[in-house]
């Protein structure tokens, strides 16, 4: 009788990273946001917008991929209910981001969690462009998870009575978010 193979195991996939039955725990870099690349869709995100937030699906304004959502200076916020957080566990929020348009009001992203905010990025006064030009930004303050699922907030406002600042002025893109576990 002829031996054949051994038994191909199924592999199961956890956002980027993949598992198989050998193992049994999460890598410390699991990552808890879906679909943070942005790519094919905005889903599961929410785009709550008082200006003109979008999500794009041009490759030029991608950092990677062909995804990224742009946020403007009149108040939008991105949002997402996490799901498969480890309580007392801590994690860092990890994202790209590219000022687009121009402007001299100072304008902010805020990043919380279950309302606790772990980051803060102050978009630089620039001339105008349309060149995308990413800088990756990670939070300063880890989150600890208190239970398994909980909102992510990320907040974008101008001072927009100065110079500059209008709906228009002081835009951001955002792509590849991603929270991980830290060890």
């Not at 879906?34 to 008082?50: C, D, H, L, Q, V």
């Not at 990890?94 to 000022?99: M, T």
């Amino acid at each position: 009788m002829a031996r054949g193979l051994p038994p191909v195991r199924p592999r199961h996939f956890y956002g980027s990273r993949t598992a198989t039955a050998r193992q049994s725990t999460v890598s410390p870099a699991f990552d808890v946001v879906a679909n943070g690349g942005m790519e094919g869709s905005i889903s599961p995100w929410t785009i709550t917008t008082k200006a003109i937030a979008k999500w794009e699906s041009i490759t030029s304004y991608a950092h990677t991929g062909s995804g990224s959502v742009f946020l403007t200076a009149g108040g939008d916020q991105l949002s997402q209910n996490l799901v498969g957080l480890t309580p007392d566990a801590k994690y860092q929020l990890d994202l790209w981001i590219s000022p687009f348009g121009a402007g001299t009001a100072p304008c902010t992203l805020t990043g919380s969690i279950d309302s606790k905010i772990i980051f803060t990025y102050v978009r630089p006064a620039m001339a105008f462009t349309t060149d995308p030009n990413y800088s990756k930004q990670s939070s300063l303050v880890p989150y600890t998870a208190t239970q398994t699922t909980a909102p992510l907030l990320l907040s974008y406002t101008c001072n927009t009575s100065g110079p500059g600042g209008n709906g228009w002025y002081g835009a951001i893109l955002l792509d590849d978010i991603n929270l991980t576990r830290l060890p």
